[in-house]
């Protein structure tokens, strides 16, 4: 396998299952990443490391996953020229609200692109660190306009099943 070009930071083991998703998506366009369990709270040095380095290691893209306040994206869009994508997870008494809100009213000059809560909005961070990879690689580019037209067809079946089972 190739060097990981994104890396897939989650403040707690309790994210994983939401963060498979982007696993997923990165596994199926051929991305390879990296994943850990490393918190701007609770283990800020290692998370600290992993940032730093990251870009000296040919990460692209960071993608960061945390609930309730979610600080681990600011802080480690604090710490590198990345770009960071951030996901929150729900869960706590806000079910991920509190974290959408901790990661998207981010302090200008501090840029997150933050996606929607939970299993749709990891889904989406794969998807867009797709994209921005495909900026410098032609061969994913041409996978993410075969993704999306796949996507179009799915729709246009399920519009011919509805209208069939209207005209019953
Ligand atoms: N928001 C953060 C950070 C951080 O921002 O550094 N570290 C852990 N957490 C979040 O706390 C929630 C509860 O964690 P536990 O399930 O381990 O108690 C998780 O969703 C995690 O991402």
Do not use: W
């Amino acid at each position: 396998m190739s060097n990981p070009t994104v890396l897939i930071l989650m403040g707690s083991d309790s994210d994983l299952t939401t963060m498979e998703e982007t696993a997923r998506v990165l596994t199926e366009f051929g991305v390879p990443y990296e994943m850990h369990v490393s918190s701007a709270h609770r283990s800020p040095a290692k998370t600290s490391k992993l940032t730093r380095e990251a870009e000296g290691r040919g990460i692209q893209v960071i993608i960061a996953a945390a609930g309730m306040a979610a600080h681990l994206a600011g802080v480690v869009a604090a710490e590198t020229p990345l770009p960071v994508i951030a996901v929150p997870m729900p869960g706590g008494a806000l079910n991920g609200v509190d974290a959408l809100y901790a990661m998207v009213q981010m302090p200008g000059g501090m840029p997150v692109a933050t996606m929607a809560i939970g299993k749709a909005g990891a889904k989406n961070a794969g998807l867009l660190a797709v994209q921005m990879l495909s900026l410098a690689c032609p061969e994913l580019r041409t996978k993410f306009v075969a993704y999306k037209t796949r996507m179009a067809e799915e729709v246009e079946e399920k519009d011919q099943a509805l209208q069939a089972a209207l005209q019953k």
